[in-house]
């Protein structure tokens, strides 16, 4: 039965790309109406469907859109603006999409209902508490977009970027054992990283091996076989960016809330706290905006390891004023314990370890994730003297726009399905979350896939590392 839906499924695919004209290309710049900069990360979807994207750093934004929606709404909307509004079949690009800021006033919002909570922290605590009316209650499927970048300061050193299917069994189900990730292709998948991160070696070798001698001997770059830092590599790869970690683990806020030891665990209050800045709009509906500060304990992610201890908050949350759903969380991790501080600096140069961010769209009466941003520092030291026989970075030969790298993983979720026929035979597939693992380029499957548009920044960067990898491979 899943081979047949399989076929069925491929010639549905087929017939969509036979005909060029069965899609319609919607491309345009969205920028505020009063300052004219670009409005990054609003929402572009076609109403009551998941057919979407966000735009990018300069504004803009491609959506693929069937023309059997030419007579929908298109819908472009950013938290804090009024919403542009236009039918599929009249959407023009000749002008740029400007949108005006709206917002409510909050005297006026806090005399409305005694009923209503008041406080940024008893907001919060009602979203939680209602983490399971505004989640999923069965089990889905959602296709997206996966961009992978890995960079120093001055340009990347690594790209992938892949289609993935996400399986979830519900909000109430553990993550770790009912929340599967699958990655069905590649699209570009290159890496000139240069090997002799020894920091990753030394890391590898702990884990691998109890009380494991780290001698002179065994940590030289000239002693070490350069397939063992491969490998040292790879591991560390899929343990600080592996698609299982983002979304099993803490950083997967929203939808590991039950977890002991959640981020927005019973425990939120001793580790953050909120503050209720306005009331924004958002199509018209009001939204809560709340700031993130540290509550009186530090944050630990406790992720194997990794010293991921000594962290407060920093940030913003948007609530539904009448859902109490949450739409959008602007998250980061600061260095704050002294210990936490020193190492920042010394391996990062940075006291932001984790920045995140996630937005929700609303689908059939629930709220599924729609976006995700995430971007970390990583342990390298390139730019240190090669024949250098010290174990400790030398500040003074070290080439900083070089050493310092971090990653950064863009998820865009294009796709939701809730037929609970299509999801139990796509659960009997396998699953394979291997992110980093090579894949056969299938250019008619990305014919029509929607996908997130680069900024003129990193289009100008992704085509200096494809000729710098044309020239490796050579």
């Known amino acids: 039965m899943y081979g047949n839906f399989k076929y069925g499924f491929g010639i549905v695919i087929s017939l969509l790309c036979f005909n060029v004209f069965s899609q319609k290309e919607l491309s ?38 069937p023309n059997a929606y030419a007579n929908d709404t298109l819908i472009v909307s950013s938290i804090g603006f009024k919403s542009y509004k236009v039918p599929v079949s009249d959407f023009d690009a000749s002008f740029e999409i400007y ?38 209650d069965s089990s889905y499927l959602q296709k997206g977009f996966l961009r992978h970048k890995e960079r120093n300061k001055k340009e990347f050193k690594w790209l992938i970027e892949s289609a993935i299917t996400l399986y979830d069994s519900t909000f109430e189900s553990n993550p770790s054992a009912h929340l599967k990730l699958h990655v069905d292709q590649v699209r570009k998948s290159y890496d000139l990283r240069d090997v002799d991160s020894l920091l990753a ?108 201890d000594g962290y407060h908050p920093r940030g913003w949350m948007y609530i539904d004023w009448d859902t109490y759903a949450i739409k959008k969380i602007e998250y980061q991790l600061v260095a704050a314990s002294r210990a936490q501080r020193s190492r920042s600096k010394t391996l990062y140069d940075t006291d932001v370890n984790h920045k995140l961010v996630l937005t929700y769209k609303a689908y059939k009466d629930n709220m599924y994730l729609n976006y995700v941003y995430y971007e970390t520092p990583k342990l390298v030291n390139v730019g240190v003297v090669k024949d250098d026989p010290k174990t400790e970075i030398d500040e003074s030969v070290a080439n900083k726009d070089e050493r310092f790298y971090y990653t950064v993983q863009e998820i865009l979720f294009t796709e939701i399905i809730t037929n609970q026929d299509v999801v139990s035979e796509t659960l009997k597939g396998p699953w394979d979350a291997d992110l980093f693992s090579p894949k056969p380029y299938n250019k008619e499957f990305w014919t029509n896939y929607n996908t997130l548009l680069e900024s003129k920044e990193e289009e100008k960067l992704i085509q200096d590392l494809t000729k710098r990898y044309a020239l490796f491979k050579e």
């Open 28 to 65: 345009n710049t969205v920028l505020e109406g009063s300052t004219f900069l670009p409005i990054e990360s609003a929402s572009v979807y076609v109403k009551n469907t998941t057919i979407g994207t966000v735009t990018n750093a300069d504004g803009k934004f491609l959506l693929t859109v």
């Open 99 to 136: 949108l005006d800021e709206d917002v409510a006033s909050l005297d006026e919002v806090l005399l409305i209902a005694e009923t209503r909570p008041k406080t940024g922290n008893d907001i919060v605590l009602r979203a939680i508490e209602d983490f399971g009316k505004n989640l999923p």
């Open 201 to 308: 070696y030394t890391a590898y070798l702990k884990s691998k091996t109890k009380n494991a001698p780290l001698t002179k001997n065994n940590l030289r770059r000239d002693t070490i076989k350069t397939a063992s830092l491969v490998e040292a590599i790879k591991w560390n790869d899929k343990r600080i960016n592996g698609l299982e970690t983002l979304f099993q683990g803490k950083l997967n806020m929203v939808r590991n809330a039950g977890n002991p030891g959640a981020l927005l665990g019973e425990n939120v209050l001793s580790t953050h706290q909120f503050t209720l800045d306005t009331v924004l709009l958002e199509n018209d509906k009001k939204v809560y905006k709340i700031k993130i500060s540290e509550g009186t304990s530090y944050i630990n992610l406790e992720t194997p390891g990794i010293f991921n």
